[in-house]
T-cell receptor, first 115, second 111 residues
Framework: GAVVSQHPSWVICKSGTSVKIECRSLDFQATTMFWYRQFPKQSLMLMATSNEGSKATYEQGVEKDKFLINHASLTLSTLTVTSAHPEDSSFYIC???????????FGPGTRLLVL | QKEVEQNSGPLSVPEGAIASLNCTYSDRGSQSFFWYRQYSGKSPELIMSIYSNGDKEDGRFTAQLNKASQYVSLLIRDSQPSDSATYLCALLTLGGNQFYFGTGTSLTVIP
């Protein structure tokens, strides 16, 4: 399987601060990466699809100005939660699709706790 | 109607038994199907994918796909306590543009 990393794995921050989460595909170039959010005991919710070199496609109900996505290279996508609030506390997971493959490989996730 | 439907469970089976997890989908054009396992507090990990009607076996896992009936299932033979997790069914629609996940089925294997 492919290797996808995320950094940081844990973030605790004060309300109103911005938090950046990095997602890297370590052994392949990913033209498409995905960002998910998962609240406790709930299913994965796709937030946005990140395409290298172009604007991300956001799912309905996800504020693009609050969740900034940058996919500047074929191995890195970043999600910035701007002006985070306690309700943004969640488990954020990225995934990447290897070119020519339909399978999504997930990163280990980032737990965000906003105080 | 949701694209992918799964029973949320929980499903409990004794150790050594066969666990059967089922998933139905609404888009007949769906072409690729995946089973992921997610342990509590962890991200999903791929178990297997299936693209053609019939069975696909990988170790203790067997995926079954029936496109006519629009269901895909996962059988886990000789279930172990370490198999206790949430199992997510996912599919890719025709054209490969949309990837949908089910809500997951929680499985508990009782020692």
């Amino acid at each position: 399987g492919a290797v996808v990393s995320q950094h940081p794995s844990w973030v605790i921050c004060k309300s109103g601060t911005s938090v950046k989460i990095e997602c890297r595909s370590l052994d392949f170039q990913a033209t498409t990466m995905f960002w998910y959010r998962q609240f406790p005991k709930q299913s994965l919710m796709l937030m946005a699809t990140s395409n290298e070199g172009s604007k991300a496609t956001y799912e309905q109900g996800v504020e693009k100005d609050k969740f900034l996505i940058n996919h500047a290279s074929l191995t890195l996508s970043t999600l910035t939660v701007t002006s985070a609030h306690p309700e943004d506390s969640s488990f954020y997971i990225c995934s990447a699709r290897r070119p020519g493959s339909e399978t999504q490989y997930f990163g280990p996730g980032t737990r965000l706790l906003v105080l | 109607q949701k694209e992918v439907e799964q029973n949320s469970g929980p499903l409990s089976v004794p150790e050594g038994a066969i666990a059967s997890l089922n998933c139905t989908y609404s888009d007949r054009g769906s072409q690729s199907f995946f089973w992921y396992r997610q342990y509590s507090g962890k991200s999903p990990e791929l178990i297997m994918s299936i693209y053609s009607n019939g069975d696909k076996e990988d170790g203790r896992f067997t995926a079954q796909l029936n496109k006519a009936s629009q269901y895909v299932s996962l059988l886990i033979r000789d279930s172990q306590p370490s198999d206790s997790a949430t199992y997510l069914c996912a599919l890719l629609t025709l054209g490969g543009n949309q990837f949908y996940f089910g809500t997951g089925t929680s499985l508990t294997v009782i020692p």
